[in-house]
């Protein structure tokens, strides 16, 4: 897999670490939920870099009490089509307030790159072969009716500023 | 009507080339079609059995001159030189080739027009009634809000991937003419104690597998408040409703699922924390929309216009009159309603010639605007009572003054087994069949106001569980049998019909709906309407007469 930053392939410093996995203190780890929910406080109270991985039906409101112990959270699409993730991207961004790195994980397709910046995705692992067209793609659509957290500025406002 | 700015226009525009850029690596082999799926469907592309059927969408149902004539473009040019307008204000181009897609959106783009989200699963077509701006009943024009609604919903990035369709209806009147009731959400203008407008906000209708009504979650919402609102009912339903089966995942599963009660906790937990400035409509902005929406200039007029009165007289056009010219708000005008539904014609079809037809008389008698109803008409809002008889023989020299606004041969009905791949049954032949036996004119007006609505499957696009009678398209062992339902009411007294037995074969249906309308006609009392009689005498009468013999 590769990972795209800012319409660039960057190394990924993150670790996915699967629930049978040992953790070790050095990586950069990608929990999931479960193994959150079942960790001792050594986990919770450590200042290690922590990353959680969430899948389509598993809320943020889950982790929103815990959300300062995560510097990225990642969001799963099983399938392009389930859109879940696009409203718990704009939860954590709008309602809860998180900034750490927002990252799509599973089919992530270009065609809703856009979509997913809108709602507060900053990075995107995408397979191998794609990578490269993925980095490459720039939104192709300029005006937003939608003020969403992500500094685009709506038409309204730009209407406004206009008038 | 509303005129796109800059932004608007840039939007559609950039959209077109996107989507050709989507077509190329389509073609090229770039893109598989499961990947491409989606992407086309966003923009109205179904691949149907024969072809790529294009929908393009009518928003709120008003178009212009101007609009009318690039439609008939696209069906000469691109088409088999006809349309097909639907039951939720869309009309639809059922032989398109893959490769001229993007040449026909960009033809819709350059008058202010797209096929965005006029399928998958995403909010689609907002629409109103059809009568918005003219009807005496209304509050407030609806298309005002349907407008802030499309806009709003156009690309909206959280709820472009929803667990299935979603259709937003809007009035601004107490009469309903939109189905709202069986919408997903349907938004209705009324006021409060105070005398403020504001809106009610019912959700969770549907027809479908599994038809129900609406139920009214918040009685009174501040103008305001409505994209929070609606924001808030859509990450509910994003969140929560059913990805895992097709058949439940419509919002009305849900809210039947968690109860009214619960669902409503839910938005109304979520609208309070999305109210804030970024969703709020301040009055400016809802101004600059109504400017839009501003009524026509209209001539000073008396209320009734003598010659009109004398051109009654003849007894033809007497007759389209009655059923067809319905009351303006505006002294000395009237609204024509402009019937597909000739006999042995395909309901809802129209010809390119038509098309442009009606282009030239919206502009010189309708003040340059024609409306399309759910009831797949076309309506021309703005004529004067005075250029009725003149507007009546060009109608009729062009086809368009079949008689039947209203009455039994005005039958909606859903493509079916002829062009959708998903029918079971035929169901423009069926509409054809009953047209033909209730051909005779004074025999329709004795039946008087009915409404028969044919799906060709379970989907409803026809809209038969509010038929008054509903034919539903069903298939036993490989044949097509017809399921008749009674009592079914798409209005603001919605109700949800009745099946009256056993299935009839094709052949069977059209003795079936004569022998239903004899029960009625032997039944109603004095100036009864159908579905007065059938509420007041019940499905048994009708069951006798169908199956009594049996
Ligand atoms: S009701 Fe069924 S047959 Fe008719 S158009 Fe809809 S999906 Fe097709």
Redesign the interface.
């Known amino acids: 897999m590769a990972l795209i930053r800012e319409g660039a392939i960057v190394p990924d410093t993150w670790q996915n670490i699967a629930d049978d996995q040992e953790l070790d203190c050095t990586q950069r780890a990608i929990i999931t939920l479960a193994r959150w929910q079942s960790a001792g406080d050594d986990l919770r109270t450590t200042n290690r870099a922590l990353g959680i991985r969430l899948r ?1 039906d598993q ?1 943020p409101a889950a982790i929103v009490a815990d959300l300062g112990r995560f510097d990225l959270v990642a969001l799963e699409f099983a399938k ?5 993730a ?3 991207a ?2 954590l961004r709008e ?1 809860y307030g998180f900034t750490g790195e927002l990252r799509a994980v599973g089919e992530v ?1 270009r ?2 790159l ?3 910046l ?2 507060g995705f900053d990075s995107f692992e995408v397979a191998d072969s794609s990578a490269a067209t993925f980095a490459a793609t720039t939104p ?9 957290g992500d500094g685009r500025v709506p ?2 406002a ?3 500023t206009r008038a | 009507m509303y005129r796109y700015d800059a932004f608007d226009q840039t939007l559609v525009d950039e959209r077109v080339e996107q989507f050709r850029d989507q077509v190329a690596r389509r073609l090229s082999g770039a893109l598989s079609e499961d990947q491409f799926r989606p992407l086309r469907l966003l923009n109205g592309l179904y691949l149907q059995l024969h072809a790529y059927m294009l929908r393009v969408a009518i928003p709120y149902g008003t178009l212009s001159s101007r609009q009318l004539r690039t439609l008939a473009h696209i069906a000469r040019t691109f088409d088999r030189g006809y349309g097909h307008f639907t039951t939720r204000q869309n009309i639809q181009f059922n032989w398109v080739r893959l490769d001229q897609a993007a040449d026909i959106l960009a033809a819709l783009a350059s008058v202010e027009m797209h096929a965005i989200q006029t399928s998958g699963n995403t909010i689609r077509n907002v629409t109103a009634d059809h009568l918005a701006g003219v009807a005496a009943d209304e509050i407030e024009d609806p298309r005002i809000y349907a407008e802030i609604i499309r806009q709003w919903s156009t690309l909206h990035p959280e709820f472009s991937f929803l667990p299935r369709k979603f259709k937003i209806a809007v009035t601004g009147a107490a009469r309903d003419r939109t189905a709202l009731k069986v919408h997903d959400i349907g938004i209705q203008v009324v006021r409060d104690a105070a005398g403020e407008a504001g809106f009610s906000v019912l959700v969770g209708g549907g027809q479908g597998r599994t038809p129900m009504i609406g139920h009214v979650i918040r009685p009174f919402l501040p103008k305001a408040d409505l994209l929070a609102y609606l924001e808030a009912i859509l990450r509910v339903y994003n969140e929560f409703g059913r990805r895992d089966n097709l058949y439940k995942a419509r919002i009305k599963i849900l809210v039947q699922t968690l109860g009214p009660a619960a669902f409503t906790a839910m938005v109304e937990e979520q609208w309070q924390a999305l109210r804030g400035p970024a969703l709020a409509l301040p009055d400016e902005e809802l101004a600059r929309i109504a400017a839009h929406f501003a009524p026509p200039t209209y001539a000073r007029l008396p209320a009734a216009s003598a010659a009109l009165a004398a051109a009654r007289a003849e007894p033809v056009f007497e007759r389209w009159c009655r059923h067809n010219l319905l009351p303006h708000k505006q002294p000395g005008y009237a609204i024509a309603t402009i019937s597909l539904k000739p006999e042995g014609g395909v309901p809802g079809d129209a010809t390119a010639a038509q098309l442009e037809a009606l282009a030239d008389l919206a502009e010189r008698w309708s003040l340059d605007e024609v409306r399309v109803s759910h009831e797949q008409n076309l309506v021309l809002p703005h004529v004067r009572q005075d250029d009725v008889p003149a507007l009546w023989r060009e109608l009729r020299a062009h086809g368009l003054a079949t008689p039947n606004a209203g009455l039994i041969t005005d039958i909606i009905a859903c493509p079916g087994l002829d062009y959708c791949n998903l029918a079971n049954a035929r169901s423009i032949p069926i509409a054809q069949q009953i047209q033909r036996r209730f051909a005779n004119r004074e025999r329709q007006e004795e039946i008087g106001a009915i409404k028969i609505k044919i799906s060709g499957c379970i989907n409803a696009c026809g809209h038969h569980h509010v038929g008054h009678i509903g034919i539903l398209g069903v298939d036993k062992k490989g044949a097509e049998f017809y399921q008749i339902t009674l009592g079914g009411d798409g209005s603001e007294r919605a109700a949800l019909g009745e099946i009256t037995g056993r299935a009839f074969a094709a052949a069977e249906v059209v003795d079936a709906i004569d022998t239903i309308i004899d029960t009625y006609l032997g039944a109603r009392r004095h100036g009864e309407a159908f579905i007065d009689t059938y509420r007041r005498v019940g499905m048994v009468p009708f069951k006798e007469a169908l199956y009594g013999a049996h």
């Open positions: 389509g809320h392009f089509t389930d859109g879940r696009f409203s718990h704009r939860t309602r397709l065609d809703q856009l979509f997913m809108r709602c192709k659509i300029s005006v937003f009716y939608q003020a969403t038409v309204r730009l209407r406004n």
